[in-house]
């Protein structure tokens, strides 16, 4: 995939420009460095009436989920206090005072960012750690000026709103992504640099537009020179940058490659700050983000610390208290499921309940992984005579339809209760709540050098290819979702996953 060369300009870049630092321009155009405006060219690059911008979305945005925030924290302790010690001024200023004090310290925690809201996961961190944090003010409220605090407000209501305003958010969000998938609240975005970069950040991006970005226009280092086929239309070279964003109203200005760097990107910015249009750089660091990266200004440098994927000892404890609890209460929960489930298998085909297949495990260790059997008995020694017939890519075996699956493993399969008994996997340390796909040792011997940093941590009862499309997504999707979350996991990551997990399984979405 290539570029198309929109319609050259009347003007064309002379020789003298051509050896510029940013090799050439399509028209005049204002050094980056310099105060004065960018003057819209009406002739060239008009861009398309729209109605409220993306910023005021943005804006109201906000402004809808504070006042969402505002009165369910502030309703919810007040009604918990009514409801118990009676509907009195004081419990009215309890619960008026709680509530603030939760949204203040969500804000605290950034909360109410523009740049973490409707996107990642970096607001419902902030509603738990608000959470805490309010409890925490409670506490040393009632030690430093001798006041009761109500207990119920401490373990009834500030838990409460935790959920609510999680739940509030997730449907808000979701309200949103379709929205942008319907081409809505879409940022405009110009994106520049190498052909080669801007192909690649632009099929990724058009792949997932919930996340706002619509790439409707780039620019390269050399105007006159682009590769064939399709993706975004070229509108000018770097050099014009600011005027193509003017002309076109863009709202983001998406800089890929190595083609800007350093003092240029620099030189951009300040240009782009008399434009309003927004700066973001997407680094050739892929597929590393969060608690990995920090920035580290040192001797006048921006420098971008990257830390080893391996966990360390605190967040490796963390995860498996995590795990051990969650996966606890699980079987507890759902033993009396499970119990139909082993008496439906026992009555409707011949064998055991319980299917064991080695699986490979952390650093290459083989195990013995628990499923509800929801095939026939010789299930493996047809797997031979079904191979021509494999609907999927890479060294996976996957058939819509399997001949050997029973009546009753098709229902099971499809709302993944056939995985119930990897709980006790979990419980043995074998395998995390979360994590990637638990590979055959015949997927592992075909393994890439990449693929293999899948065996960093354990394998998941469920991850990012479990609500990403499970058993529909492609190979080399689901190899990628997995090194993603290898490199990038936290106990936040995890929860989103558990929480979209559960969605995805009652729905019965891609089941196998």
Known sequence: MGLIVDSPSP???????????????VGPRLSWASDGPFVPRSAVHDAPARGLSWREQEALYQASTLARDVVLCTFIPTMLLFIIHGATLIQLTWGVMIGLMFVVTVAVERGYDRAGLGDGPMEFQ?????????????????VGLDVTVPRTVVFGALPLIVCVLAVSRLVARRNLHRRRGLGEAMRRTLIVGDNASIVRVTEDLQSAPYHGYDVVGACVPRYDVSGAGAAVPV??????????VVDGDFDVVLVAGSELSGHALR???????????????????VEVFGPRVTLEPTAGLSLIHVRHAESSRARALVKRSFDLAVSLAGLLVALPVMAMIALAIRLTSRGPVLFRQTRIGKGGEEFSMLKFRSMVVDAEAHLDSLLAKNQAEGPIFKLHDDPRVTRVGRFLRKHSLDELPQLINVLRGEMSLVGPRPPLAREVAQYEEAMRRRLLVKPGATGLWQISGRADLPWHEAVKLDLRYVENWSVALDLMILWKTV???LGGHGGR
């Open 126 to 142: 902030a509603i738990l750690r608000g959470g805490v944090l309010t409890a925490a003010g409670l506490a040393l409220l009632a």
């Open 11 to 25: 003007i064309a870049a002379t020789p003298d420009r051509v050896t510029d630092r940013r090799r050439g321009s």
């Open 267 to 285: 030189r951009l910015s300040w240009a782009l700050e008399r434009t309003q249009a927004e700066l973001v750089v997407a680094p050739g660091l």
């Open 235 to 244: 509108l000018g070279s770097l050099a014009d940058i600011p005027q193509v």
């Open 503 to 505: 969605h995805v399984v």
